[in-house]
């Protein structure tokens, strides 16, 4: 039995939503870029840039789901996230505490006005191609970690075009060792269906953020960051509604 395609008449809806959502989300990007180069204080801004997502996904009719605020630590800590679309920094901007410093892999300062945006929001670039500034940048987030800021990474570093979770690089992990941070996972549902790698328009679709209990100092996962980084693993894929793509490669 052949499954029911969509018509031209939803193609063009969906085509016209999507050139909406393109446009508000250009129109939301550019007053968080203002309001960063206008308002003082840090965190000031990050409310604000806070503030341009949410109305981002309210404006394009989705509404953001947030389960588990209330198992963040009070003090710093450091959150790990799924990663599978361009849209998911937003949406930890618009849905977790202004508190938090994204941790944003070093190509993305060839945007200029996202680079600038990030930057005036504190969030931390990381070299990945090079030793010698990957080691710079890992002492950089240890140094900001010891000082008492809430760093926010997306362990996977990038995303991939197959559905699942893929596997998690150290640096997060090292860092929350080093600096005895609570470690909190994260799960993003849904960004991967409202706007996949290799698509430019979004599409409408539900979306949750679920905070998960924090991994503890005194947990003895923090004895190695492979076993921590595990740990997280685990805890994110008991909840994401998707493959575990390390699982399915050895099955190959």
């Known amino acids: 039995m052949n499954e029911a395609r969509p018509g031209p008449r939803s193609g063009i809806l969906q085509y016209l939503y999507g050139f909406y959502a393109l446009i508000v989300f250009t129109v939301c990007g550019l007053g968080a870029a203002l309001s960063a180069l206008l308002l003082p204080g840090v965190e000031r801004r990050r409310r604000w840039a806070g503030n341009f997502a949410r109305g981002f996904f309210r404006l394009i009719g989705i509404r953001g789901r947030t389960r588990g605020l209330d198992r963040l630590p009070e003090g710093h800590c450091i959150v790990v996230a799924n990663h599978a679309s361009y849209l998911d920094g937003v949406i930890l901007q618009g849905y977790l505490p202004p508190r938090f410093a994204y941790v944003i892999k070093a190509e993305v300062q060839k945007v200029p006005v996202a680079s600038f945006l990030l930057r005036r929001i504190g969030s931390r670039f990381v070299e990945r191609f090079s030793i010698s500034a990957s080691a710079r940048d890992a002492r950089n987030l240890l140094r900001a970690a010891d000082d008492g800021e809430s760093l926010a990474f ?34 993003i549902q849904g960004s991967r269906n409202i706007l996949p790698g290799g698509r430019l328009l979004p599409a409408r679709g539900p979306l949750t953020i679920e905070i998960l209990e924090p991994i503890l100092p005194d947990d003895a996962a923090f004895a190695s960051h ?27």
């Open 154 to 187: 997306f362990p996977e570093g990038t995303f991939l075009p197959e559905v699942g979770l893929g596997r998690f690089h150290g640096g997060a992990f090292a860092t929350a060792i080093k600096s005895q941070a609570p470690l909190v996972p994260v799960v």
């Open 226 to 252: 492979k076993t921590l980084a595990e740990l997280a693993r685990q805890r994110i894929l008991k909840v994401l509604d998707e493959p575990d793509l390390l699982a399915t490669a050895e099955q190959r």
